[in-house]
């Protein structure tokens, strides 16, 4: 079956119990009761743009597989420092004042309802799931099947029943699977692990699993900070008005771990992902001390090559004259640390 046709298929084959129950929580000003909204309007884009989108744009091959060497194994706690391993799309393990955390955890071979077709991984993890630290908290952005991944956290929380932090509305599916420390958050919400607080962040996106359930869960990314420093995660994000304010409410980061891929075409993308040269601004309306680039070389969902985020990063950087070592780009398995900026941990 070819690329498209799987797509397409996928999307039309996209079913499920996930999200069955809508959230019933009181109105606010990013949610009307039924569905979740943006901090400013955005474009929809429907069914029909997707097929639109499939059926006629010319992307980019990727290589079939890439096996890439394992990073190293990480340590069991980080007292002192941040230590930041990226290991795959947007999955990161952050080590901080005794804490673990890991980001939208995918392990799996596919991101996709279906098991024998959607988007296909095509490099390997970092490191193997086998090599995580005990994890406190697992911080899923949204639902969408590249970030929430069921079968990667099945196996997390059977190996460390970690607290698993999530927007509106997904905590309840995610028990009903059996997943029981999952937590709902809404935006500017704050949980607290030993001496970190782990704070819930707006981001400019969408959620859904399945034909029915189109924003009737909530998005977001997350703050983390504690004695060491501080690390913002973004998620899924299109450039919005969200970086200025989280700056405003909690101040710039020690990190900031920003979407570069997954952004052709623009016409598509624009409004729910970020590309290379808009991540740069966002790093620099953070004022984050170092970024990392992040969703990006795993998964193909869009048209851009593998590389292509790299490339166009190193020219946004340019542009705006940020240096290199100010927003870093980091290979599957790398590690960054407070101790040592060159690209190994505490």
């Not at 995918?106 to 098991?115: A, Q």
């Not at 929430?148 to 599916?173: F, H």
């Amino acid at each position: 079956m070819g690329k498209r046709a799987g797509t397409v298929l996928s999307l039309l084959t996209t079913t499920g119990c996930f999200g069955a129950v809508p959230y019933a929580g009181p109105v606010s000003n990013h949610f009307d009761g039924i569905q979740f909204r943006n901090m400013e309007p955005t474009e929809v884009k429907g069914f029909y743009d997707v097929l639109r989108w499939k059926m006629t744009s010319e992307a980019a091959t990727w290589p079939d597989f890439v096996e890439i060497e394992e990073g190293p194994t990480p340590p069991e706690r980080v007292q002192q420092g941040i230590r930041i391993q990226f290991i795959n799309h947007a999955t990161v393990l952050i080590q901080m004042d005794g804490v673990n955390l890991v980001t939208d955890p995918v392990w799996s071979k596919r991101v996709s309802p279906i098991s024998w077709v959607g988007p296909a991984r095509h490099k390997s993890p970092g490191i193997a799931l086998e090599s995580l630290p005990p994890i406190d908290a697992v911080l899923v952005s949204h639902n969408h099947y590249d970030h929430m991944d069921l079968p990667t956290l099945r196996r997390i929380a059977e190996r460390d029943d970690p607290m698993m932090l999530v927007g509106l509305g997904n905590a309840r599916p995610l028990q009903g699977d059996h997943l029981l420390r999952a937590q709902d958050m809404d935006w500017w919400d704050t949980k607290r692990i030993a001496g970190v607080e782990i704070i819930f962040t707006p981001a400019q996106h969408w959620s859904g699993r399945t034909m029915g359930d189109h924003n009737h869960t909530l998005w977001g990314g997350f703050f983390v900070r504690g004695p060491s420093g501080s690390v913002y995660f973004a998620g899924d994000t299109g450039d919005g008005p969200h970086f200025a304010e989280t700056r405003q409410r909690l101040g710039s980061p020690t990190v900031a771990l920003l979407p570069i891929g997954a952004y052709e075409p623009r016409w598509f993308m624009a409004s729910q992902h970020i590309n290379p040269e808009e991540a740069v601004k966002a790093h620099v309306t953070l004022g984050a001390t170092i970024s990392i680039g992040i969703h990006w070389g795993t998964f193909q969902l869009t048209d851009e090559s593998m590389e292509a985020p790299r490339e166009a990063l190193h020219e946004a950087r340019k542009r705006a004259q940020v240096p290199d070592d100010r927003f870093l780009v980091l290979e599957n398995g790398e590690v960054w640390g407070t101790r040592n900026r060159q690209g190994v941990g505490p």
